[in-house]
């Protein structure tokens, strides 16, 4: 049985016309959702590789509206739903609402910025519902009942959950703690349509069969990364799409 994923790349890398074909090998492959990270010089969420990846992107001359330019490219070849990640000073710099406006004119289905909570968000949650779009709030495994009670309030579409705490990268082991956190969105969510993500250190098929039944996608970043800077930025289509044949 094939699953749902959602395939995390870098805008800009390994440059700027690769990252086409990075979407296009995990569209290709069979990809539920695109989620395209808009490189920033001082992360924190991201692990070594995404990191490099970003690094490289800036050093490529990567700006926002290459972004979406980009995101246009995306668009002339496919419909899959394309989820725009970020981090809060990007929206800053370019003003939340024109930023998020510039989303919805590129038909983008959402945006996951893990540094604005839902209750400090500089109208993130509220514009982008304005704009038909959904913010994605991130809950990690750390948060209190109320605080997730508080969430699931807001009734979000999607709900990114990070299977650990700390970064990016270092592969997960899922067993029942991090099992226990996705009953615990679940039983909260009751009857709310919430569909979750869950990601952080997703690399292998065991731990996307073993996800299944309890998440509506898995997220799958770094993998992807680490696969096209052991090909030294080359090949990129191949290598990417046979890493998805291996995750699907």
Do not use: W
């Not at 890398?13 to 290709?28: E, L, Q, R, T, W």
């Not at 739903?81 to 939340?96: D, K």
């Not at 930025?233 to 046979?242: L, N």
């Amino acid at each position: 049985m094939k699953h749902r994923l959602m395939t995390h790349m870098v805008a800009y890398y390994p440059d700027g016309a690769s990252s086409v074909k990075v979407a296009a090998a995990m569209i290709d492959g069979g990809s539920t959702y695109l989620e395209i990270q808009f490189p920033f010089s001082d992360p924190t969420s991201d692990g070594p590789a995404i990191q490099t990846a970003c690094t490289q992107a800036l050093e490529n001359g990567f700006k926002v509206r290459l972004g979406f330019e980009l995101v246009s490219s995306i668009r002339a070849i496919s419909d899959i739903p394309i989820f725009i990640m970020c981090y809060g000073n990007t929206l800053l710099y370019s003003g939340v609402e024109a930023f998020i406006d510039r989303c919805a004119q590129q038909g983008v289905q959402g945006l996951i910025v893990p540094d604005l909570p839902f209750d400090y968000d500089e109208g993130l949650f509220r514009l982008s519902e304005k704009h038909g779009m959904s913010a994605v709030p991130v809950v990690a495994p750390t948060i209190g009942p109320q605080r997730l009670e508080s969430i699931l309030r807001t009734e979000p579409r999607f709900l990114y959950a990070a299977l650990r705490k700390g970064i990016t990268g270092k592969i997960t082991e899922i067993g029942d703690d991090n099992i226990g956190f996705l009953r615990r969105i679940s039983t909260a969510a009751g009857k709310k349509e919430i569909r979750i993500l869950a990601g952080f250190g997703i690399s292998h098929r065991e731990q996307i069969d073993l996800l299944a039944t309890h998440v509506h996608a898995s997220i799958v970043g770094s993998a992807f990364v680490r696969t096209i800077i052991e090909n030294g930025g080359k090949g990129v289509y191949a290598a990417v799409k046979h890493k998805m044949e291996e995750l699907i």
